[in-house]
C-alpha cells in the first residue's frame, strides 16, 4: 500500500477517538512524548470533526433556503414503507 493523504474517519469513528485520546490524556499517566502525540492527534481529530459539522450544515442551510434567502421550515419526508 502506497502512502499518501490519509484519509478523513468519519464523523462517528473520529469522535470515538477522540473520546479515547482524551480519556488517555485524562489519565496523566502517558510519558511526556506519548502525551505530546496524543495531543496532536485529539487537535487533528477536533478540526475533522469541526469540518464535517460545518459540511453538513451547510448542506441543510442550503436544503431549508427559499430564493429569497429566507430560511424555513418543513418536516423530514416519512419513509414509504414506515407505515406498513
Same mark, same amino acid.
Given at each position: 500500500?502506497?502512502?499518501? +493523504?490519509?484519509?478523513?474517519?468519519?464523523?462517528?469513528?473520529? !469522535? +470515538?477517538?477522540?473520546?479515547?485520546?482524551?480519556?488517555? !490524556?485524562?489519565?496523566?499517566?502517558?510519558?511526556?512524548?506519548?502525551?505530546? /502525540?496524543?495531543f496532536?492527534?485529539?487537535?487533528?481529530?477536533?478540526?475533522?470533526?469541526? +469540518? +464535517?459539522?460545518?459540511?453538513?450544515?451547510?448542506?441543510?442551510?442550503?436544503? !431549508?433556503? @427559499?430564493?429569497?434567502?429566507?430560511?424555513?421550515? /418543513?418536516?423530514?419526508?416519512? @419513509?414509504?414503507?414506515?407505515?406498513?
Open positions: 500500500m502506497a502512502k499518501g +493523504k490519509k484519509e478523513e474517519p468519519s464523523f462517528e469513528a473520529g !469522535l +470515538k477517538r477522540l473520546e479515547e485520546v482524551l480519556d488517555a !490524556l485524562e489519565h496523566g499517566d502517558l510519558p511526556l512524548e506519548e502525551a505530546m /502525540r496524543a496532536e492527534e485529539g487537535v487533528q481529530l477536533v478540526r475533522v470533526c469541526h +469540518k +464535517k459539522l460545518d459540511e453538513v450544515e451547510k448542506r441543510v442551510e442550503l436544503l !431549508l433556503k @427559499d430564493d429569497a434567502g429566507r430560511f424555513f421550515t /418543513r418536516p423530514f419526508p416519512e @419513509d414509504e414503507n414506515s407505515g406498513s
